[in-house]
């Protein structure tokens, strides 16, 4: 049937884009985009068709258009939750800083203890440094202290931390 075709789409496009991220090959990524269109035009899960689709273009080089069509897929209900960490990848790479952390903190409301620890610490520490460039030291300084609490006693870590701490005006810390 149409809709089992569309799955199937669905499938062969996560698979040549796992290729795509993995060997960074752009022309996995092209196969990855034109699988996902025909995806698209049947009745695939919207928001992970847009999803996989906006990587697939972020990973060809064009971030623009990754982040608007991964701005619907953060919009499309119901949601793919793989959309905001790709939303954030395209936000970063373009300088929106403060959206990217947005889409992680989204990301990790969404997907809450279902993440594993590494990850969420990962996470936080990420949402941490893009909240310190994005000017947000207080927000900054709560998200590092959860990535320290999780385990990351990395220097750099340590550093964004101390900055964050600095520049919120907390300086015994």
């Given at each position: 049937?149409?809709?089992?075709?569309?799955?199937?789409?669905?499938?062969?496009?996560?698979?040549?884009?796992?290729?795509?991220?993995r060997?960074?090959?752009?022309?996995?990524?092209?196969?990855?985009?034109?699988?996902?269109?025909?995806?698209?035009?049947?009745?695939?899960r919207?928001?992970?068709?847009?999803?996989?689709?906006?990587?697939?273009?972020?990973?060809m080089?064009?971030?623009?258009?990754?982040?608007r069509?991964?701005?619907?897929?953060?919009?499309?209900?119901?949601?793919?939750?793989?959309?905001?960490?790709?939303?954030?990848?395209?936000?970063?790479?373009?300088?929106?800083?403060?959206?990217?952390?947005?889409?992680?903190?989204?990301?990790?409301?969404?997907?809450?203890?279902?993440?594993?620890?590494?990850?969420?610490?990962?996470?936080a520490?990420r949402i941490?440094?893009?909240a310190?460039?994005?000017?947000?030291?207080k927000?900054a300084?709560?998200?590092?202290?959860?990535?320290?609490?999780?385990g990351?006693?990395?220097?750099s870590?340590?550093?964004?931390?101390?900055?964050?701490?600095?520049?919120?005006?907390?300086?015994?810390?």
């Amino acid at each position: 049937s149409a809709a089992d075709a569309s799955h199937v789409q669905l499938a062969r496009g996560r698979v040549y884009l796992a290729r795509a991220e993995r060997t960074l090959d752009r022309r996995s990524a092209q196969r990855a985009q034109e699988v996902l269109e025909q995806a698209l035009a049947g009745n695939a899960r919207r928001s992970e068709g847009l999803a996989l689709y906006g990587r697939a273009l972020y990973l060809m080089g064009d971030p623009r258009a990754a982040e608007r069509l991964l701005r619907e897929a953060v919009t499309t209900s119901p949601i793919d939750p793989e959309a905001f960490e790709y939303l954030a990848d395209a936000c970063e790479r373009l300088g929106h800083t403060a959206d990217a952390r947005d889409a992680l903190i989204n990301l990790d409301a969404l997907e809450g203890d279902t993440a594993t620890a590494a990850a969420r610490g990962a996470r936080a520490r990420r949402i941490g440094a893009l909240a310190l460039q994005a000017n947000d030291p207080k927000r900054a300084a709560d998200y590092l202290d959860q990535s320290v609490d999780a385990g990351d006693t990395d220097a750099s870590t340590l550093g964004l931390l101390a900055e964050a701490y600095w520049r919120s005006g907390n300086k015994d810390d």
